[in-house]
């Protein structure tokens, strides 16, 4: 690819619970951004909408959320022109794929906005996660990596090392949105209700056990989402002077958050320092599926695993595979 000069590009995706837009400059040849990327983050939206809710039983996207859906990538579409975007990219995740009207939201999405909605498979979406999960974090040398992604619909698990290559991965329908719908956990949730949801949980995710006990990772890699939350909650935001950055959280101090999140009502869970609003509902499911993947992993590898929050996850994915595609990043493609 070469730029003379910046070029600006943006990634939807469009989650279960969530959909994000992010924007970057494409920096020109030669000229690298904070960590080397060929990218610089200029503006990240997010938006509420909870495609999946109401609908994971009969496989489908209510009317209420199909028009919520439509109406948050109509904002988008208009944040995108304002801002000046070349290229739009958009993907669609769980509820979409699962659905059986996904379709129809694709075509609705490409008549109203001509935006190209690409629904996408499990693997496709373990594979690009990892590919932006892993642009914010540099593993030892022999350290093998566990990222996780807490979705709304479901949870992926990528196991990788130094040499960048994923050694395997796995996409399970556990999803906090899904898990929801399905189990109607109380709230507050308790050690109780953890308790009673762990066989549930742990036959979810099956796969992923398998996945650590055959890698045994060192390393558990949060892909934004619920994790960027415990971070916040634990010592403060993944923003560090204004730059995106991997953190580690403390096993002690994630443990204290998990216990409030379990423990308290969701009003109380909302007065936490560094909660996010939209995932009040969902973090005691978030805290459950995280102290049981950890328990997988301290028992694989003989000791505590150290966890390390990415501010990075598929939209991050999005830009560095486009960015890695020979025909580069057009100025006008996929212009809303």
Not at 112 to 119: I, N
Not at 170 to 180: I, N
């Amino acid at each position: 690819m070469n730029l003379a000069r910046p070029v600006r590009f943006a990634a939807v995706d469009c989650g279960t619970n969530t959909f994000t837009m992010l924007v970057v400059d494409v920096l020109p040849e030669g000229v690298e951004g904070e960590g080397g990327r060929r990218w610089r983050e200029c503006f990240r939206r997010r938006l509420p909408v909870r495609l999946g809710e109401g609908g994971f039983k009969a496989g489908m996207i209510t009317p209420e959320r199909f028009a919520r859906g439509l109406d948050a990538l109509g904002v988008m579409r208009e944040c995108a022109r304002n801002l000046g975007v070349g290229e739009v990219v958009v993907v669609g995740t769980s509820a979409l794929r699962g659905a059986a009207n996904g379709a129809e939201f694709a075509e609705r999405v490409r008549g109203l906005y001509g935006l190209e909605l690409r629904v996408i498979d499990g693997g496709e979406e373990a594979r690009l996660i990892h590919l932006g999960a892993s642009a914010a974090y540099e593993p030892a040398a022999g350290e093998r990596v566990l990222t996780l992604d807490i979705g709304g619909g479901s949870v992926e698990a990528i196991v990788w090392s130094d040499r960048g290559a994923p050694l395997g991965s796995v996409s399970t329908d556990a999803g906090v949105g899904r898990v929801a719908a399905i189990a109607a956990p109380g709230d507050p949730l308790g050690e109780a209700g953890a308790r009673r949801l762990a066989p549930f949980l742990a036959e979810l995710m099956e796969p992923i056990r398998a996945l650590i006990e055959a890698h045994r990772p060192q390393v558990l890699l949060g892909a934004a989402g619920s994790f960027d939350t415990f971070a916040d909650c634990a010592a403060g935001a993944c923003e560090v002077g204004g730059h995106r950055v991997a953190r580690e959280v403390g096993r002690a101090q994630l443990a204290q958050v998990v216990d409030r999140v379990l423990t308290q009502t969701a009003i109380e869970r909302l007065r936490m320092p560094g909660m996010a609003p939209d995932r009040v509902d969902f973090m005691p499911l978030s805290g459950a599926l995280v102290t049981t993947v950890l328990g997988w992993m301290d028992a694989a590898a003989g000791r505590d695993v150290r966890v390390v929050c990415s501010p990075f996850a598929l939209r991050e994915g999005l830009v560095e595979e486009r960015l890695a595609d020979p025909r580069g990043v057009s100025r006008d493609s996929g212009r809303p």
